[in-house]
């Protein structure tokens, strides 16, 4: 048998992927269960399944780790083996490899596999991807983010402190020049990053060309008398064509970065829009809820956000401390330190992104998330943390620099603030 | 203030979303939270949200049906106002609906706005899309299927029957001379569709093109002999530019259908791949459980199925009877008349798509599935249930056969199996 034709380099290293599961079954037999499905198996055995064939290309269980016994079954409809209401279900986390010969370097064949029909699997009671990790011939297929933090910093000019940004709200309802007349407050206010709301796209009110050529010539008026130009992330999510135009229009006009709604555009499209890019991509994970509100089903952000690194993003959103939806601080902390992880672990690039911090932000969380975070390298976006501050948005802005400077000494914003106005202000207001 | 720039014509209509809901908060609360956070609004208020945008692109909330109380929350994190612990969670529907000049007609946007932070919100304890509604504008601006229903009958010449398939088993490392051969058996069983497994794309040791070329090669050489060619769903599944050179070989090769993983590829690939193919586009919904596993979170596959319809996707995957999976019989059935019922009532081009049934099918579930369909649109994919037949493949097929043909008739299946020896022994084999 001629496993690997001319012309194809053979390929080494195995995918590995990390499970949290619930079953009826005994252990061996569900994890045997989703090794089968995700490789060479199917529900009945058949001739071509030979046992070379098997060796080589079924999926591996490496480990299982026993969690033990749980009451009741978290999610309905799975089937137990006999008698099934005799038998509890357990937990565990189960490990899974694969040859990576099974699927190449094609990052959609990588999702299909670690993901693909494993919940729908009837063993199954609970199952949640938890991570997975890729062999280092993905390195060499994928990019990987062209800009990331160094890049960012090249590009804004900011350095030894954290990007402070904002979304352009109303989210809908701005026409162009509106959009420009707020780009103008803000970029006043000393803002380092601005962007579009995930609902922005290419409406009718507000035309993309329009509102990029209006943003833009604000942010040029602005560069010219401050030396410095803002970076404004504009949302080009869409269909393939209308995004090459739109990355096209904010190359030739001197942009710096283009938001993708990654749940919305898709893995193939965001790693064309990767290769066609010369500008920084802001990742946003609108629609994360799908993968991430159960606790019983979906997959970590740990998982995801490498996808996205893998295809070429500089910037993940994580949410923020004390966020007006439901994550829990840990949680939100743990997906920005994933970010700041490196994945490959090579030189010759960018091995890390940009976490991105928003969602009911002010400079009431400011310090307690540089802590955590043990760097500055993060885009920390705040909406009426700056527009709504006593002071204005000048004042909002600088509320942040105050508390990003108390954390970065080691002081108390409590007791930084007895000499930083605007950061008393903003503790008022907002703590 | 001038909202519809000059060249771009005004849209009418409005989106509509329903949704299953589980609060703590008063109900009002909780969806003007959904309207709110879906379109012009803000965790504080703002200047730019004047009334007018308000009343303009503020998403609406057009019904709350109460569903009454539930004993505990369905998922963690949610809060409430005051002192949760007093108040109990109910449940509702909701219905909102946007201006479709928030968003324009880009699907993605569609995505970010029907989908988006809902999930995330903390005012909710179970959030699904039930339903959404496309105004008549998006079937203007996509395409749609191109072949469909009656597209696929025509390049297969199938007709007043149900096309007959099989998945390529094992799913993964069979070379392509090897995958030729097991072609060769399945079209000389008498099979109408052959399609690759969702993890089979173009793998070092599969090269696409090598294992497509193999595999017309076969088909061509039946299609002298019967003057019928099958169709062969090849998984095209990956980055965008690969997808269109594999398009371009399909068509270039006489070949007639492409696979796309969805949930792999995405919204955007789809689209383009919609664009820019001449063949029929299988939609295989790997990953789904994602979105259906969760009684508490995701989305409803009425809903789901509509985007990738006016995607333009031809054949959409909806499960089986009986099948190996959790799904229960009545939700694979409300999918596949999902799939059959018209979204725009258009008459000039296809306006619904074909299901597709596979997992764990035989011919021991295809009367029930045809009878409870209504009609013979639909393909039947078998995999075990043709090749593990005890007769052999193409008694396996004849089976199938034979069992459509007494479902036609309205006879049941064990009466006709007496005269038909081949349903027979499928009866008793899978029975």
Redesign the interface.
């Known amino acids: 048998?001629?496993?690997?034709?001319a012309g194809?380099?053979?390929?080494t290293g195995r995918l590995n992927a990390t499970y949290l599961i619930e079953t009826r079954y005994p252990m061996e037999v569900a994890a045997a269960a989703m090794a089968g499905e995700?490789?060479?198996?199917?529900?009945?055995p058949?001739?071509?399944?030979t046992p070379e064939?098997?060796l080589?290309?079924g999926a591996r269980v490496e480990f299982i780790e026993d969690l033990g016994e749980v009451d009741g079954e978290a999610?309905?409809?799975?089937?137990a083996p006999g008698d099934a209401a005799a038998v509890r279900p357990r937990r565990a986390k189960v490990g899974l490899s694969w040859n990576i010969?099974?699927?190449?370097t094609?990052?959609?064949?990588v999702?299909?596999?670690v993901?693909?029909?494993?919940?729908?699997?009837?063993h199954?009671s609970a199952?949640r991807l938890l991570d997975v990790s890729f062999p280092d011939v993905f390195a060499d297929a994928y990019p990987g983010p062209a800009f990331a933090v160094e890049g960012t910093r090249r590009l804004t000019g900011v350095t030894g402190r954290p990007l402070i940004g904002t979304i352009v709200?109303?989210?809908?309802?701005?026409?162009?020049r509106?959009t420009a007349t707020?780009a103008d407050t803000l970029i006043s206010a000393g803002l380092d990053f601005i962007k579009d709301d995930?609902?922005m796209?290419?409406?009718?009110?507000s035309?993309f060309e329009?509102r990029f050529e209006a943003v833009m010539a604000v942010i040029d008026r602005h560069a010219d008398r401050t030396g410095r130009k803002i970076m404004y992330a504009a949302n080009i999510?869409?269909?393939?064509?209308?995004?090459r135009r739109q990355l096209d229009l904010i190359e030739r006009r001197g942009g710096t970065c283009a938001m993708l709604?990654l749940?919305?555009?898709?893995?193939?499209?965001?790693?064309?829009m990767r290769?066609h890019s010369a500008v920084a991509l802001h990742g946003h994970r609108?629609?994360?809820?799908?993968?991430?509100?159960?606790?019983?089903?979906?997959?970590s952000y740990l998982a995801y956000q490498k996808f996205w690194r893998l295809a070429g993003i500089d910037h993940m959103h994580v949410?923020g401390l004390s966020n007006?939806?439901?994550?829990?601080d840990d949680s939100v902390m743990a997906s920005a330190h994933a970010c700041l992880t490196p994945m490959f672990g090579r030189a010759d690039r960018p091995d890390t992104v940009m976490p991105v911090f928003s969602?009911?932000q002010t400079a009431v969380q400011a310090g307690e998330t540089y802590g955590r975070l043990g760097t500055n390298d993060f885009i920390y976006c705040c909406?009426?943390g700056i527009?709504?501050h006593p002071g204005g948005p000048a004042a909002g802005v600088q509320s942040l620099h105050d508390a990003f400077e108390a954390a970065a000494a080691g002081i108390p914003a409590r007791d930084y603030a007895a000499t930083h106005p605007e950061l008393e202000a903003a503790l008022q207001a907002f703590g």
Do not use: Y
């Not at 094609?106 to 064949?109: C, N, R």
């Not at 609108?286 to 997959?299: E, H, K, N, T």
């Open positions: 048998m001629k496993f690997i034709p194809k380099p053979a390929l995700q490789s060479s198996g199917t529900f009945r058949i001739p071509g399944e064939l098997l080589r290309f999610l309905p409809f799975s089937r010969e099974n699927m190449g094609v990052l959609a064949s999702w299909s596999t993901l693909g029909n494993l919940f729908e699997l009837h199954f199952m709200k109303p989210s809908v309802g701005l026409t162009p509106e707020l995930e609902l796209g290419d409406p009718p009110h035309p329009q999510s869409g269909d393939i064509d209308a995004m709604v749940n919305s555009v898709g893995l193939s499209g965001v790693v064309k290769r609108a629609g994360w809820g799908l993968f991430s509100r159960s606790p019983d089903v979906g997959m949410n007006k939806f439901c994550e829990p969602s009911g909406g009426g527009m709504a």
